[in-house]
C-alpha cells in the first residue's frame, strides 16, 4: 500500500489519499455523485465565507475541503462500468481548455485589456458549445435564484431590451439595502422571495426563447 504521504507531489498524493479513501473506507465505498452534492455546495459556501472574511488560513483549509470533494467526484466516476474517467482526465480535459480559451497566452492571439481577453474567451467558448441553441442554455438550473437571474440577465441583453428596468443604487451597498428591502417586503406580506424571482425569471427565459425562434 502506497503512503500518500511519502509522494514528493503533493496533489498527486491526494489523489491518491482519496482512491485509497473510496476504496477501503466502508462510508466511502457507498457514495454516489448525488450524494456528494449537498457535501459540494457547503464547502463552497464556507470558501466564499473564507474569502469574504479576508482569512487566509480559513482560505487554505476550504479550498483544500473543495479539493477533495474534486477528487471524491473524480474517484467515484473512475469506477463506473460504462463511462469511467479518473482525476487524470479531468486534469487534462481542464488544461486543454483553458490553452484554447487564452490564445493570447499560448498562441499568436493579441490581448492588450480585459475586454479584449474576454472577446478570445467568448470566441473560443462558443466553438466549443456549438450544440447549443440558446444562450441560456448552460445556464445551471440549481442556482440560488438570485445568483441565476444575474446570469440570465447577463445572457439575455443578448438577445432582448433590458428586461428589469428600475432606479439603479448608487453602489453595491446601496444595491445590497434595497435588497435587504424587497425582501423584508415579501416578509411583511407572505410572499416567497425565492419563488417570485424564480417565477419571474421563467418569464424571461420564455422571452428569450421566443426571440431566438422568430426568423
Known sequence: MTDPLQLPDPLRAAAETMRQVRERC????????RDLVPYLIEESHELIDAVESGDRAEMREELGDLLWQVLFHAAVAAQDPEEPFDIDDVARGLTEKMVRRHPHVFADAVATTPEEVLVHWNAAKALEKKERRSVLDGV???????????????RAAKVVDDPAAASEPASEAELGD??????????????DAERALRERLRLLEDQ???AESRP
Open 178 to 191: 434595497a435588497l435587504l428591502a424587497l425582501v423584508a417586503q415579501a416578509r411583511e406580506n407572505g410572499w
Open 26 to 33: 466502508v462510508w466511502s465505498q457507498q457514495i454516489t455523485h
Open 140 to 154: 445551471p438550473s440549481g442556482m440560488p435564484a438570485l445568483a441565476r437571474a444575474q446570469k440570465v440577465l447577463g
Open 208 to 210: 428569450v426563447r421566443a
